[in-house]
């Protein structure tokens, strides 16, 4: 099993360029989220899908849209990079089911938007 | 809404105890959690304790859970230098319908000292 997996694993944008950040899972997990991580912020969530074609938002949701058409697979897009938007974003995906269990996450992806 | 407190450095030596302590806010999290995120990296489950219980030891960890007072700890015995990370503690949120998304406190910086 490669576990989480994301793509790439640097990137730089200048404002208002777009771009998909890639996660993708083989564990058959129905639960997949996006967190964005800031010096002294902790990890935010962003979007999270609780299986294939249902998705919801988070605690900070603007500027970013997700899909998920398959189990695998859970695409983060920035339609309009924003300097605001400089983090590093970790995908993570888990078993449904509500609470508990272990939640796996990706080695992030490193955005800087200039 | 739901919040996790932790303080943000912790500075020990090679061969002490660490304690890394939590404060939250949903009493209704069944399972509490500990991750490591080591320079570079992603976010690594430690472990984690089920509301229920009072304390969890896994070799060199010891996790406690004062559930009145909402407070978890974690600690590290005979801490070495490869323990050095951000530790960030982690509850479940269950409020407004959410699948269960994680929670984090901000992370504690730890830094062994030879």
């Known amino acids: 099993n490669a576990g989480v997996t994301q793509t790439p694993k640097f990137q730089v944008l200048k404002t208002g360029q777009s771009m998909t950040l890639q996660c993708a899972q083989d564990m058959n997990h129905e639960y997949m989220s996006w967190y964005r991580q800031d010096p002294g912020m902790g990890l935010r969530l962003i979007h999270y899908s609780v299986g294939a074609g249902i998705t919801d938002q988070g605690e900070v949701p603007n500027g970013y849209n997700v899909s998920r058409s398959t189990t695998e697979d859970f695409p983060l897009r920035l339609l309009s990079a924003a300097p605001s938007q400089t983090s590093v974003y970790f995908c993570a995906s888990r078993t449904s089911g509500g609470d508990g269990g272990e939640q796996f996450f990706g080695p992030g992806t490193r955005l800087t938007v200039l | ?114």
Not at chain 2, 1 to 18: A, T, Y
Not at chain 2, 86 to 104: K, M, P, R, V
């Open chain 2, 1 to 114: 809404g739901e919040d996790v407190e932790q303080s943000l450095f912790l500075s020990v030596r090679e061969g002490d105890s660490s304690v890394i302590n939590c404060t939250y806010t949903d009493s209704s999290s069944t399972y509490l959690y500990w991750y490591k995120q080591e320079p570079g990296a992603g976010l690594q489950l430690l472990t984690y304790i089920f509301s229920n219980m009072d304390m969890k030891q896994d070799q060199r960890l010891t996790v406690l859970l004062n559930k009145k007072d909402k407070h978890l700890s974690l600690r590290i015995a005979d801490t070495q230098t490869g323990d050095s990370a951000i530790y960030f503690c982690a509850e479940t949120d269950y409020y407004g319908g959410s699948q269960g998304n994680l929670i984090f406190g901000k992370g504690t910086k730890l830094s062994v000292k030879p």
